[in-house]
């Protein structure tokens, strides 16, 4: 349907959050351009943070109409493409994977994660027709994922060898990318269970800053 207006799109509060995370993943894309792989790491669990009320937020609005469905559905996804697609393929590739294996698993994880979002925008749109609220399954493992994913790696690589530091990141993406395709149900969680994984979001974002301002110390001399 046409819609009248200055500028296209559906601007009001159910989009303010998408576009913080997107916001956060291009900080965190110049963060990995320049090294700053800890501050990289940041804003990517800063999005996957965003990426956790969006939904809530948008299913806040009452009323909505369909095509203001179909918009949220939408700009979601080609979000979280960049996020959680893009993103952690660009940071492994600053961080070392620049071999053929690691090349060709960056490419797997990408197509996976724009099959996993074309797919599930199919399904969400279909039961978006017959049902309303919010679905109570994930078919695979959600992209957004990554977002807890790779910060927990990322500090674990603290006691990992150096040398064994490329294949780590070249496991964990491209297993990671495996979930996103393989078909199985896995359970939305409810509020505290949601509560638990932001909690450790911000354990994560904690950690990583101490150890960011660290390294930035010693740099320093101090």
Known sequence: MEKDGYMIGYWDYTVILTFMGLTSTVMGMVMAHEGNYTQ?????????????????????????????????????SLCDVICFGVFPAILCFQMGMRNYLGIAIMVFYCIAAVTRLAYFNVLETSRQQTEEGANKYYHGLPVTSIAVIFPLMYL???????????????????????????????????????????????????????????????????
């Open 40 to 76: 990289a790491i940041f804003f990517l669990a800063l999005s996957g943070l965003f990426d956790t009320f969006d939904g809530k937020v948008a299913r806040s609005k009452k009323n909505r109409t369909e095509d203001e469905k179909a918009y949220g559905i939408q700009l979601d």
């Open 156 to 222: 674990i690589s603290y006691w990992i060898a150096r040398d064994m530091k490329t294949a780590a990141l070249e496991i964990m993406l491209g297993v990671t990318g495996l979930l996103f395709i393989l078909d199985f149900k896995l359970k939305k969680p409810n509020n505290r269970q949601l509560a638990a994984w932001i909690v450790l979001v911000v354990l994560v974002l904690l950690v990583s800053t101490y150890f960011y301002h660290k390294s930035w110390l010693s740099h320093l001399g101090m």
